[in-house]
């Protein structure tokens, strides 16, 4: 294990790990799997981190990664939460207040098509151009430019269509509804 | 810029609260992951012993490479940390790797609650192979306890029968719900030493240690650990998040709040194994007593045991 492959590998982390958190964060079902898939991507930049590329490539590479991991996480967590839930005794816990905007932007979100929702996110809280998008999602840069824009007039429709009455489902991961997606 | 993009904005996750620690806690984590897959990545060391090959390592050979991963990484966020602490971080993520490792064939689990001293709810789980069997020993046993999984079959009690009834396959019963043997064991094995322990030790190390050396060779590891990483959430149910414990339990009170501190102590043995595991909150204890890691006997399935779908095969018969 050489000093200069740990230091490569702290810089990664200290410039990207902000970035990988958050984006598990509102893709990952629970916040525990979030944190879980985070750490599973950041594991497999230290196995191939010849293969990581430099620059802000680093930053695609890591968000295309996290895309596959939180699929492969989906998939399995499905069978251990059935587990979980046949083992479990008594429920109890609330869950907290939410903001009431964040809520209407969620629900909002909700209403969106899963790759609206995702090429939307992926640009507006991740920041990344829709070149970028492309290459994480797998489809060409102009397909990606493409989504966007619909994706935000959609967003925007729903959202005022909403309004401040609209109704709070704060609960639901966003990965929740998978329903068909817009073409 | 429209209003909903800017609400969209605001809405972005990195702005909660608690943003900053859950980036300390995967970054934790995942230090605790390289060093744990160090020690799992590095088939040719010389110190393998052959009858522990089907580990990839011996126990004492995976703890020697985590440890020393660990060394090497712990220079990564220890800054303010004292050295004492260091090697009390160090030693316990290092009896974390230890104790998956030796659960990896066989062992045995005791679960227990505890309410102001008095036993709310209590289970043992031993495994050997793809074998299970779970015993609730609480004052009020769950329907069908004990359970044995053996040899794919599962058998447990019915009311309407007399001593043991086979259950048929597990994965015939209910298919993709997570209840086959391998999805058990794999269930079995994150709680006894794989990610969820390994989560909480990592917290523990984050948050500061206390040691204390008892006189039979083993040593107390004492911290606060957010309940979120101790219990972890399944899902919702009836409108609440549920979290669950590992081994199946489901937190309340403040262990359901997952940003709560709950005091928590790790006993390693004087071998380096983790021995117990204990959670406190208000009035309430979760401890968790590991057992014959690696020793555990086969298990048997219950003999004359009544087979549930001949019975029904039967009945249907004499109608």
Not at chain 1, 56 to 83: E, G, P
Not at chain 2, 77 to 91: K, Q
Not at chain 2, 98 to 116: D, F, P
Not at chain 2, 269 to 290: F, N
Request: proline fraction near 5%; charge should be positive; hydrophobic fraction near 40%.
């Amino acid at each position: 294990m050489s000093e200069d492959r740990s230091q490569r590998f702290d810089a990664l982390f200290t410039a990207y790990g902000r970035d990988i958190v958050a984006y598990c964060g509102w893709r990952a079902s629970s916040p525990t799997d979030a944190q879980d898939a985070a750490a599973d991507v950041f594991l497999t930049a230290w196995r191939r981190l010849d293969s990581v590329p430099e620059g802000d490539a680093a930053r695609v590479w890591l968000y295309a990664t996290a895309r596959r991991v939180l699929a492969n996480q989906r998939r399995s967590r499905r069978r251990h939460v059935a587990l979980q839930e046949r083992l479990a005794a008594e429920p109890t816990a609330a869950a907290p207040e939410p903001d009431p905007e964040a809520a209407l932007v969620h629900e909002a979100l909700l209403r969106l098509g899963a790759r609206d929702r995702e090429v939307l996110l992926l640009a507006e809280w991740e920041g990344l151009t829709p070149a970028q998008i492309g290459a994480v999602v797998g489809c060409l840069a102009v397909t990606a430019r493409g989504r966007l824009h619909r994706a935000r007039r959609r967003f925007r429709a729903v959202f005022d269509e909403l309004g401040p009455e609209g109704r709070v489902s704060r609960d639901r991961p966003l990965l929740a509804k998978e329903g068909p997606e817009h073409a | 810029m429209p209003e909903s993009i800017d609400a969209l904005h605001r809405a972005n996750p990195r702005a909660e609260a608690g943003f900053a620690a859950t980036i300390d806690a995967v970054g934790a984590e995942v230090r605790l992951r390289i060093a744990a897959a160090g020690a799992r990545d590095e088939p040719r060391v010389r110190h393998v012993r052959p009858r522990r090959r089907i580990l990839g390592l011996s126990a004492a050979g995976v703890a020697l490479l985590a440890a020393a991963a660990v060394a090497v990484f712990l220079t990564v966020d220890s800054s303010g940390v004292t050295p004492g602490v260091e090697n009390a971080a160090a030693a316990i993520k290092k009896a974390a790797t230890l104790t998956a490792a030796s659960a990896e064939r066989s062992g045995t689990v005791q679960v227990r609650i505890t309410h102001g001293g008095q036993l709310w709810a209590s289970k043992v789980i031993r495994w050997n192979g793809n074998d299970v069997e779970i015993n609730d020993l609480s004052r009020k046993p769950s329907a069908g306890s004990p359970l044995l999984v053996v040899n794919g079959l599962l058998y447990g009690h019915d009311p309407q029968h007399e001593g043991w009834v086979q259950l048929g396959p597990v994965s015939n019963i209910d298919p993709g719900s997570g209840t086959t043997p391998t999805e058990q064991l794999d269930a079995i094995r994150e709680d006894v030493g794989g990610a969820t322990l390994r989560r909480m030790v990592a917290a523990m190390s984050a948050s500061g240690l206390t040691t204390e050396d008892r006189s039979d060779g083993s040593t107390v590891y004492s911290g606060t650990v957010a309940a979120g990483q101790i219990a972890r959430e399944t899902g919702f149910k009836e409108g609440q998040t549920i979290r669950v414990f590992p081994f199946g339990y489901v937190a309340h009170g403040a262990a359901a709040n997952a940003a709560s501190l709950l005091d928590t102590a790790v006993t390693v043995a004087a071998g380096g194994v983790i021995r117990k595991l204990a959670v406190t909150w208000g009035t309430w204890t979760y401890t968790v007593t590991y057992s014959s890691l690696g020793s555990t006997p086969r298990i048997a399935a219950p003999e004359h045991a009544t087979s549930l779908l001949k019975e029904r095969m039967r009945a249907v018969h004499e109608r």
